[in-house]
């Protein structure tokens, strides 16, 4: 801000002694008018210093400012809650770390700088200028209501039309960021030309938004020029007729006419400015959406440390009731039972039973529930987070797998995790029995979202990364389903064996298999409507000996055919 205001006055100062050079050779005096222009030369080449320290400090700071929100924003955006992202599509979040950061950045370097730049340059100037001639003055402002105007009406309209065209890019990040990740599926499909047909629409409204927004700008430099030219035309007309009067010198004259001419660039670049400011501040606004939402879980001010040590583990869940965000019914409701040190329990149920939701509750993937859910005697929500993460092991069926080698995607949650571990990982998963299926063993990478490996494989590699941290808590959401019934026996009974003392809770849908479940939680309709042993549950008739009944005459069948 130093080197604008003082590379601005030494410029300014200019055309001041342009008028003493002229007034000088007017008046003969050769020597006067060669020191003047001497001065001038040497004002401007200052000026130019200030104008390049100006630069280099302003927009060089802009990207570190971009930087440092490019970092908030990550980090903000990976401790938010699972209910944050249920709300938000992954392509916006990407435009908001891309486009509108940019915007972000024009408007905290360029945007700053040409403001106080145009502020410093109108007050001077106008100083200047009426020290020289007031009547000239006057004339050369005569476009300002014009011009206050024209800011005004394209102000509005940039940050509204800024603010479509943002929102519809996220919406054409999101169309292509799912289409890419569920190309596969198209393919099988044969949706391509459906799904080109359906892209080239939202990129159609993204070109229609971007044109309505340009148009604005395509008509504010050519007002802003003309509205300049007007004033250089009348300071023109009016200054000549006085100079011929004798009212003013020529040197004055031509003094204010170089004023007028610097004064051209700001009015010019005030529309380009007022462009910059409207989509850095509708950027921030979005980007202020992200940037002030609070992460439902949060760490307790009071934390304690998970009780894995004791290798106690006593679960206990009482009266939960629970709706996902904008769900008209509530998922789960009225959830009570508790799970023994060391137990394994099988939940079950048709599809849409809120079984999902139950282990997702239990990993404190969400919090806005009602009732309790204790670990020990502590309420989930009082355990200290890191310590919650590392005692409970999650596995989702359609478990994420990173662009990454097996190595990688095992250690996730425990990257320091050695050779050994990692064979005794996929020993106890299974996976070692295809470790020469890999072609660099456990370093082979996997491809983007495990595109290279079989469904069965994938979720024993879920299983294994979620054993990593040796959790005290194990959970397993529908984890066998792509994997046989021989493997899925082998993969049981080492998790038995060398995970003794870890307390297992399995959604499953392959009842047959559930013998050895110390209980079974049955669900409907997001409530559990029967509980027991598996002969508990075959004697009572209920639920659980239809499906029971439906996946042995299936089996039947499958053995007939």
């Keep these: 801000m130093v080197a604008i205001v003082i590379g601005d006055l030494l410029?300014?100062?200019?055309?001041?002694?342009?008028?003493?050079?002229?007034?000088?050779?007017?008046?003969?005096?050769?020597?006067?008018?060669?020191?003047?222009?001497?001065?001038?030369?040497?004002?401007?080449?200052?000026?130019?210093?200030?104008?390049?320290?100006?630069?280099?400090?302003?927009?060089?700071?802009?990207r570190w400012i971009e930087l440092d929100l490019r970092r908030d924003f990550a980090s903000h955006v990976f401790v938010l809650s699972?209910?944050?992202?249920?709300?938000?599509?992954?392509?916006?979040?990407?435009?908001?770390?891309?486009?509108?950061?940019?915007?972000?950045?024009?408007?905290?370097?360029?945007?700053?700088?040409?403001?106080?730049?145009?502020?410093?340059?109108?007050?001077?100037?106008?100083?200047?200028?009426?020290?020289?001639?007031?009547?000239?003055?006057?004339?050369?402002?005569?476009?300002l209501p014009v011009l206050a105007f024209v800011v005004q009406r394209a102000s509005r309209l940039t940050y509204s039309r800024f603010s479509a065209v943002q929102e519809q890019f996220g919406h054409v990040n999101s169309f292509a960021q799912e289409a890419l990740t569920g190309v596969r599926t198209v393919k099988a499909y044969a949706r391509e030309d459906d799904l080109a047909s359906r892209f080239d629409t939202e990129?159609?409204?993204?070109?229609?938004?971007?044109?309505?927004?340009?148009?604005?700008?395509?008509?504010?430099?050519?007002?802003?020029?003309?509205?300049?030219?007007l004033a250089s035309a009348a300071v023109l007309m009016g200054g000549g007729l006085m100079a011929i009067e004798g009212s003013i010198t020529v040197g004055t004259l031509?003094?204010?006419?170089?004023?007028?001419a610097q004064l051209t660039w700001p009015t010019i670049a005030l529309g380009w400015t007022i462009n910059l400011w409207q989509r850095g501040l509708a950027s921030l606004d979005r980007m202020g959406i992200v940037l002030d939402a609070v992460p439902e879980i949060r760490q307790p001010q009071r934390p304690v440390a998970w009780p894995r040590d004791r290798r106690e583990g006593l679960v206990r869940v009482e009266k939960v009731d629970f709706s996902y965000?904008?769900?008209?019914?509530?998922?789960?409701?009225?959830?009570?039972?508790?799970l023994a040190p060391g137990s394994w329990t099988a939940v079950v149920g048709p599809t849409g039973a809120g079984k999902t939701t139950l282990l997702r509750l239990l990993s404190r993937q969400y919090d806005g529930y009602a009732g309790h859910i204790e670990v020990d005697g502590i309420d989930l929500r009082e355990i200290d987070l890191s310590d919650l993460r590392s005692g409970t092991g999650y596995a989702p069926q359609d478990g994420y797998l990173f662009s990454d080698t097996l190595r990688e995607n095992i250690a996730f949650a425990a990257p320091d995790l050695d050779d050994a571990g990692i064979d005794e990982l996929a020993r106890v998963s299974r996976l070692e029995r295809d470790k020469d299926n890999f072609p660099d063993g456990w370093n082979t990478p996997v491809?983007?979202?495990?595109?290279?490996?079989?469904?069965?494989?994938?979720?024993?590699?879920g299983i294994a990364r979620a054993l990593a941290p040796r959790p005290t808590l194990l959970l397993l959401d529908d984890v066998f389903s792509a994997v046989d019934t021989e493997t899925e026996s082998e993969l049981t009974r080492e998790l038995r064996t060398a995970w003794d003392g870890c307390t297992v809770?399995?959604?499953?849908?392959?009842?047959?298999?559930?013998?050895?479940?110390?209980?079974?939680?049955?669900?409907?309709?997001?409530?559990?409507?029967?509980?027991?042993?598996?002969?508990?549950?075959?004697?009572?008739?209920g639920l659980y000996t239809r499906m029971l009944e439906e996946q042995m005459s299936q089996a039947e069948l499958d053995a007939l055919r």
Excluded at 43 to 56: A, D, P, Y
Excluded at 517 to 532: C, P, S, Y
């Design 254 to 260: 031509v003094a204010f006419l170089a004023y007028v």
């Design 325 to 338: 965000p904008e769900a008209e019914t509530p998922s789960v409701s009225d959830l009570d039972f508790e």
């Design 203 to 229: 990129a159609n409204e993204y070109v229609d938004l971007n044109i309505r927004f340009f148009r604005v700008q395509a008509a504010m430099h050519p007002m802003m020029t003309m509205l300049a030219g």
């Design 505 to 541: 809770v399995l959604v499953t849908h392959r009842l047959l298999s559930l013998g050895d479940a110390d209980q079974i939680l049955v669900m409907e309709e997001g409530r559990i409507v029967e509980r027991g042993t598996h002969d508990e549950l075959v004697a009572a008739q």
């Design 11 to 62: 410029l300014l100062a200019s055309p001041w002694w342009l008028r003493k050079a002229i007034d000088a050779l007017d008046a003969g005096d050769t020597t006067a008018s060669r020191n003047a222009a001497l001065v001038m030369l040497g004002l401007t080449f200052l000026g130019g210093i200030c104008k390049f320290v100006m630069r280099r400090l302003m927009i060089g700071a802009s």
């Design 82 to 143: 699972a209910s944050f992202f249920d709300r938000h599509k992954v392509g916006d979040l990407m435009a908001l770390a891309t486009n509108d950061l940019n915007a972000i950045r024009m408007l905290l370097g360029p945007g700053i700088m040409y403001v106080i730049n145009t502020t410093v340059t109108l007050i001077v100037a106008m100083a200047l200028m009426l020290s020289l001639s007031p009547t000239l003055t006057l004339i050369a402002l005569a476009p």
């Design 447 to 461: 491809g983007e979202r495990g595109v290279t490996l079989s469904g069965g494989q994938k979720q024993r590699v």
